[in-house]
């Protein structure tokens, strides 16, 4: 179920009143003057590099959309979040800009949840003052994740050789065309254990009290439904964005959409690819490749959490 809101988007000069024209009819300028405007930055999708077939929320991606809503007039900053998580490191990146932008500006920051705010979704969502979301929203997944494919078999099935050569013993370390190695998977699972660590850290800072009676049930990466997220102390209420803002700031509340970038539209000025008739069609075949491979684990993200 997906929460629903009206808003005004700064993208939309067509939508606006002319207020020069209303003014002269009602002094005093109704339309700008007579509510109070909440900046909503919405941050949708896997979090990771962004391609064609992919569209990936980075840090790079939602900056300027933060900055301008931060700087913006009012007392708030909305995050509109429905995400399954991706990169720990973007995750972390946005959340770190979210706090010291609402330090900077002196300003409270709201989070709802939408279809899913879980793993480094959720990671983004504490750094709100006060997280929401709809009863049938997923919540949680506070854990770490690493997943991909197997080839051994099928290279060697389809009679193909691979040449890698390297400087350095474990600069080949998972790599999918070999077999695994028990000392490989140990050494990633000690990785994983760090970001683990610093997760569980940044929730506890965050939600403070309000998870003290939860245990550490809460950190095995399981997920929850709104409703139990809410008697878990991992967000503050269940309630639209709408209904909310006008019970904090009254029914003339108005809330701005200030548009993030897109990463298709990002990097169509600098494709990288051979100018020459080979090398061009090597690339961009390899690149599709990749965007495709890259959009099929972004699905497989999503399917997790039954979306």
């Known amino acids: 179920m997906r929460v629903s809101m009206d808003v005004d988007s700064e993208s939309s000069p067509a939508t606006r009143p002319n207020t020069s024209m209303w003014g002269n009819i009602f002094p005093g ?11 909503v930055v919405r941050l949708s999708g896997a979090i990771g ?9 980075t840090l790079s991606g939602c900056a300027t959309a933060l900055d301008r809503a931060f700087a913006a007039k009012g007392p708030a900053v909305i995050l ?3 995400s399954p998580g991706g990169s720990p490191v973007q995750s972390r990146l946005i959340y770190d800009r979210i706090v010291a932008l609402k330090e900077e500006h002196d300003k409270k920051v709201y989070a709802f949840c939408e279809d899913v705010a879980a793993s480094g979704g959720y990671m983004i969502a504490c750094a709100a003052d006060e997280i929401y979301a709809d009863g049938s929203s997923i919540v949680g997944s ?7 494919f197997g080839f051994v078999h099928l290279i060697h099935k389809l009679g193909i050789d ?13 790599d999918p065309f070999r077999p695994e190695k028990p000392e490989e998977i140990s050494r990633l699972k000690r990785l994983q254990a760090i970001v683990h660590e610093d997760f569980i850290a940044l929730v506890k800072e965050s939600r403070g009290d309000r ?16 409703r139990q997220a809410l008697e878990l102390g991992l967000i503050d209420g269940i309630i639209d964005l709408r ?6 700031y009254g029914d003339k509340v108005r809330l701005k959409l200030i548009s993030t970038e897109r990463g298709f539209f990002r990097r169509k000025a600098g494709v990288g690819v051979s100018v020459s008739g080979t090398g061009m069609g090597i690339s961009f075949a390899q690149g599709f490749a990749d965007d495709l491979i890259s959009a099929l684990e972004e699905r497989a993200i999503w399917a997790r959490f039954g979306l």
């Open 29 to 39: 300028n109704l339309f700008s003057s007579s509510r109070t405007t909440i900046p």
């Open 162 to 174: 691979r040449r890698v050569y390297t400087s350095g013993e474990n600069k080949m370390q998972l």
């Open 142 to 148: 506070i854990g770490v994740i690493s997943a991909g």
């Open 243 to 248: 209904a909310k803002m006008r019970s904090e």
């Open 211 to 226: 998870i003290a009676n939860s245990g550490d049930n809460l950190f095995t990466g399981e997920f929850w439904a709104g």
């Open 80 to 82: 509109q979040i429905n």
């Open 49 to 57: 590099a962004a391609s064609p077939l992919r569209q990936g929320l």
